[in-house]
């Protein structure tokens, strides 16, 4: 989101209003709004009803929140950009906006190649919030999100093997 | 991960919800005013 903030100017520049979605009460963000000084609105999906809506509830973690995504929505209503993500891979932002710039220049373009996607290295904080949730909540979810991404070249390949076995 | 979310080119799903500062917001009046809507499903505060 902090990403998104410092390149919100060209996100207006090319007719797009952007809206962060998640499970979170309007009190909870509120504060995320202030602390980070977005200057973008944050919806509050508290009934959850949005992220069934649009396939991405993750239930295995916090009791079910959002799995990190990015859709743009052309005027007339559809679905021109898809970006699905991790939470510690997410898709470049610079290709984000060079879609944004391509679409500005023919409305009628839609994004068929996914974006590349970039490991996020956690902050202090998310760090802290990590060790807090294994200690406190005894939830170990947060940490493989991180710690496992790099292996993922190898983990995708075996994940896809017993799906396609299990078929 | 789920297969029922929707692919480029299909329509978006329309929705009501409250913003952070409690007021409504619906999809389908945000993109009257013929702009593009980026919408970034994030997993919030934990």
Same mark, same amino acid.
């Given at each position: ?26 009190? /909870?963000? /509120? ?13 509050c999906d508290v009934d959850k009803n949005v992220i069934q809506l649009y396939g991405l509830v993750n239930p295995f973690e916090h009791g079910g929140i959002a799995r990190p995504a990015i859709f743009i ?38 994004? /068929? ?15 802290? /919030? ?38 | ?45 934990w």
């Amino acid at each position: 989101m902090a990403e998104i903030k410092r390149h919100y100017i060209d996100i207006i520049k090319y007719k797009t209003r952007a809206y962060a979605i998640s499970v979170d009460t309007p009190k /909870q963000s /509120q504060a995320v709004a202030s602390e980070m000084m977005l200057p973008f609105d944050l919806l509050c999906d508290v009934d959850k009803n949005v992220i069934q809506l649009y396939g991405l509830v993750n239930p295995f973690e916090h009791g079910g929140i959002a799995r990190p995504a990015i859709f743009i929505i052309n005027p007339d209503g559809r679905i021109c950009y898809r970006s699905l993500d991790g939470t510690a891979h997410r898709v470049d932002l610079t290709h984000v906006l060079n879609f944004l710039k391509a679409h500005y220049e023919n409305p009628a373009l839609t994004n /068929q190649k996914p974006g590349d996607k970039k490991w996020i290295i956690p902050s202090w904080q998310t760090t802290r /919030q990590i060790m807090k949730n294994m200690v406190f909540r005894g939830s170990g979810a947060d940490w493989k999100h991180y710690c496992l991404f790099p292996l993922s070249p190898i983990i995708i390949p075996i994940k896809k093997y017993k799906w396609k076995k299990k078929k | 991960m789920n297969r029922n979310i929707p692919d480029i080119d299909d329509m978006a799903p329309d929705f009501k919800v409250l913003t952070a500062s409690e007021e409504q917001f619906q999809l389908k009046s945000a993109l009257k005013n013929t702009h593009n809507v980026m919408l970034i499903f994030y997993r919030g505060h934990w």
